[in-house]
DNA sequence: AGGAGTTTGTGAACGCGAGAACAAACCGGC
DNA sequence: GCCGGTTTGTTCTCGCGTTCACAAACTCCT
């Protein structure tokens, strides 16, 4: 389930302010969600609350984080070091959740001069080699749009079998990878269709230019 | 609806591919999505293609594009400018889908020394003046977690309607505001359990595609 | 002009996730 | 030991999105 990150990092959260337990309200406020699927979700997984009491935050978080697989060490390859690959390999976010960066690849040469976040940046043919040694399961696509299918049939001939991709578009790979993308002008979009409507609404019920000044305190 | 920025994209490499016209097969297929849904969710706008022909690829992208918002031009601000900052505001792509960024903000006062993507980066306190001065109605946090919710605050405060959140936290903002977060983070560890769950199945023998019917209900 | 072939737009069934509601279980006090 | 208060785990229902399937509509060829 998709959630169950989100469970995991409210909990750790909850952690480091020293909660010992918590209820499913309190841990669904965190998590942005509801308390009834919060849960449901956590059902799914077993029984580790306590009715009455609540959860161990500790012990729920050992358990979904295993559930996960953050408990192990997961090698990552990230390919197409620009402006956004030398910000993931930057990010320390990414180690302390178990995902350890094994090597930067880049196809130009002039980027093999680099060293981002520590690791040596190597040439793109090193892959194979790399994943093999590393035992690599995930790769993260960093490359434009152009170069992003090349990449992803070379990482899953030589098996890869997950795949994050930033390169705005839809890669065709076999059915047993798995693939996430993310892509930034979407989300953009997305957030510009909706403010369109907000907007069109307005100038119809509203006075331009003037901020309702209503409810602008947060629902807690 | 979410999927019409999908569409839009795939339009357009279409249209710079050279196609004039395509049926709803052809333009699932690039978007990755199925030819049924694609021409509901099309019929939603209106009727725009023509039964034994298709649809007229450049009319339909500016039709999508008007829905969405897109045709006219959104300023952004940009708040937190780190690694991932930089990497947004030196993004070409945010630029030709109609998202302009009219200021770089950082609380930083290091920071202010530097030009990034050619826009000076300023005191996190202009935010105001600047939101006022561009009429900004969408905000992109880059900052730490611990700073995004003051952020956001500051940034409802003075008017932005829709936030785009890079901090692994869950903000809290008034309902009429709108929010969409990405975090690598979450997207990482979903691959994760679905590759674990690929390795642990592994010991059985199974046909690629098939899921063994117990309790893996987790299909994304 | 008419028919064959093609493709859109949409009505209807299906499946699935979300949320409300409730019984079972647990704790603490008396 | 029992009872009130609390919270989990689960069941049930509802609504939505997805998908199939088909009639309407258009083009092209004869
Ligand atoms: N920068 C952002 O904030 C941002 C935002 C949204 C999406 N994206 C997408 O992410 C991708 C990368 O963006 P960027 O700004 O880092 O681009 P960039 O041009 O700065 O970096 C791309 C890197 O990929 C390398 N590369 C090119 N072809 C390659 C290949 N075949 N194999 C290996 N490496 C190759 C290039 O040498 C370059 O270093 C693009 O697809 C972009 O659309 C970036
Ligand atoms: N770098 C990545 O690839 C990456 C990946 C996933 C998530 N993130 C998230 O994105 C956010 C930024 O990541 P980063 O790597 O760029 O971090 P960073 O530390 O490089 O940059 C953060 C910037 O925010 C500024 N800042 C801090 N407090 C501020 C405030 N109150 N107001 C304005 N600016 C403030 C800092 O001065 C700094 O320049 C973090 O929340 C991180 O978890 C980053």
Redesign the interface.
């Known amino acids: 389930?998709?959630r169950?990150?989100?469970y995991?990092?409210?909990l750790t959260t909850l952690s480091d302010q020293g909660t010992g337990t918590c209820s499913s309200e309190e841990l669904a406020a965190?998590?942005?969600v509801n308390s009834a699927k919060l849960r449901k979700d956590l059902s799914?997984l077993g029984s580790y609350g306590t009715r009455g009491v609540g959860y161990d935050v500790d012990y729920l978080r050992y358990q979904i984080a295993r559930?996960?697989?953050?408990t192990?060490d997961?090698p990552?390859v990230i390919v197409g070091i620009g402006?956004?690959g030398?910000?993931?390999a930057?990010?320390s976010?990414?180690r302390s959740?178990?995902?350890r960066v094994v090597a930067l690849l880049d196809a130009d040469p002039a980027r093999h001069e680099q060293v981002v976040a520590g690791i040596d940046v190597r040439p793109f043919d090193h892959l194979e080699r790399i994943v093999h040694e590393h035992a690599v399961?995930?790769g993260v696509i960093a490359t434009p749009a152009l170069a992003a299918q090349d990449v992803a049939d070379r990482m899953v001939a030589c098996g890869i079998?997950?795949?994050?991709n930033f390169a705005?578009?839809?890669l065709t790979v076999?059915?047993?990878v798995?693939i996430?993308k993310?892509?930034?002008?979407?989300?953009?979009?997305?957030?510009?269709?909706?403010?369109?409507r907000?907007?069109q609404g307005a100038s119809r019920a509203e006075v331009p230019g003037e901020?309702?000044a209503t409810?602008?305190?947060?629902?807690?």
């Open positions: 389930m998709a169950l990150p989100v995991l990092r409210a965190a998590a942005g799914y559930e996960i697989g953050v192990q997961w990552v402006n956004l030398q910000a993931l930057n990010y976010g990414f959740r178990g995902f399961a995930i079998t997950s795949i994050l705005p578009i839809v076999p059915a047993q798995d996430r993310v892509d930034l002008s979407i989300e953009l979009q997305i957030l510009a269709y909706h403010e369109q907000k907007t901020v309702p409810a602008t305190e947060a629902t807690a």
